[in-house]
């Protein structure tokens, strides 16, 4: 797995963004962050990909056009030598304790299954590296065989048994299901 190789301030524009589709970006996520950087300043880095001198966004999308609505004209990056894939980047950034949280969930799946297949499912080793205990991480490499299993289950629900099943829940099983099923509306 590759490293970040240095972190500096480079110019937003010596930095490639055309992978952005800022049609999928929440303006309200921008503001936030944008409202956060006027207050403290931008404390994470986005993470940027150095290929024949050309640098290349990699992660922090938000956080870059955050920087550009303010009129920033540079940004504090993480510099990662050649070429990255999604997957790898986010590994590199998982095992960053300052910068996990950089990260989505789908980021997360992508990075611990990046780790446990070049770590040849050494979870004790993905454990130490990022920080997250092992049954976070199967959580995280289950994550699509469990969403399969929801359908299933969802979709084998008789609603004429519905109530009786419900009525088995303690006041707490229902409260949470009730928070998960918010999730998915």
């Known amino acids: 797995m590759k490293e970040i190789q240095e972190f500096k301030n480079i110019s937003l524009d010596e930095i490639n963004i055309s992978a952005i589709n800022e ?7 921008i503001d936030n962050i944008v409202a956060d950087i006027k207050e403290k300043g931008l404390s994470r880095p986005v993470i940027v990909s150095l290929k024949d001198g050309e640098y290349s966004l990699m992660l922090g ?3 870059i ?34 910068l996990e949280d950089m990260l989505n969930d789908e980021d997360k799946i992508l990075a611990i299954n990046y780790l446990y297949k070049n770590l040849k499912g050494d979870l004790n080793k993905i454990s130490s590296i990022t920080n997250i205990n092992k049954d976070e991480i ?7 065989e469990d969403v399969e299993r929801v359908k299933i289950g969802l979709n084998s629900i008789n609603t004429g048994n519905l109530q009786t099943k419900l009525n088995t829940f303690t006041p707490g099983d229902l409260r949470e299901l009730v928070k998960l099923l918010d999730k998915l509306n």
């Open 138 to 144: 199967k959580s995280y490499l289950n994550f699509n």
């Open 65 to 98: 056009l955050a920087a550009k609505k303010v009129n920033s004209s540079s940004i504090f990056c993480g510099v990662i030598d050649g070429i990255v894939d999604k997957s790898e980047v986010a590994a590199i950034a998982l095992c960053y304790t300052s």
């Open 23 to 29: 049609d999928l970006i929440d303006e309200a996520d």
């Open 61 to 63: 999308t938000k956080r």
